[in-house]
């Protein structure tokens, strides 16, 4: 896309149109998605050192309203991904922030009601980087409530990549304390957070309801290959009420 044009769309969409308090929704989600379009089809420099911060900056504001907690946003969640759990405090907006390589930098928002009712908004999302270093680097697909006795946990299925010919599911437990969105690293055993398996592999992540159980396909490290291999089994973590225990076949 060409520089002077590609600042003239930015410029049209970052107008001073005002943000949802003052504009109806669906004109604001159709700008949201044009947003997308442009971050996607610009220069990777462009992308990266104008668009970027934009398109970040664009979707905290229109997020931190008050009245888009209940709107559904469907045009926008056929562009990025969208979950909300279903006792309708916490919704997660996360996408591929196309920032190019093997190694996939992925954007994570998380809109949620806090105890007192108000409305907050929260990046957890890993910086680009080397290494992650945010609450999860992975785009969140699926969502469930666990209930404690005295505390909600939202689980989220994750899925990403760190190159070497891997890609990986991941599992992600938050609650929403009075700092905001807080991991729960006791929830899973730390060498269960992250399922790696080679490209092409199916993982086959799933969550069963009514059994408050998750599974998957076993993956092992082959250190002569220095690839994960199947080894044909299936993985069970249960939940007990605070935390998931792995279930033998």
Known sequence: ??????????????????????????????????????????DYELRYDSVRPALRNR?????????????????LGKTIKM????????????????????WHDMAVLVQYLAADGSLHVEWIDSDIAEEPNGLTPDLLYEMHTLKTDQDTYY????????????????????????TGVTVCDACIDERLQFIFAPRGAQIDLRYDT??????????????ETGFYRPTGGITQLQWNGSRFVTVEE
């Not at 009514?210 to 250190?223: E, K, P, S, Y």
């Open 1 to 42: 896309m060409k520089p002077l044009f590609f600042c003239w769309i930015l410029g049209a969409l970052l107008s001073t149109r005002g943000l949802a308090q003052d504009r109806d929704l669906s004109q604001i989600e159709t700008d949201l998605v044009k947003l997308f379009e442009v971050y996607r089809a610009a």
């Open 59 to 75: 979707m905290e504001a229109v997020f931190s309203e008050v009245n888009t907690l209940n709107y559904p946003f469907d045009s």
């Open 83 to 102: 979950i909300a759990s279903d006792d309708g405090k916490v919704r997660v907006l996360s996408w591929d922030e196309a920032t190019g390589g093997t």
């Open 155 to 178: 689980l989220c299925f994750g899925w990403g990549t760190f190159g070497s010919g891997h890609h990986h599911n991941s599992l992600f437990v938050f609650s929403i304390a009075d």
């Open 210 to 223: 009514a059994q408050w159980c998750i599974r998957f396909n076993t993956f092992v490290m082959d250190n």
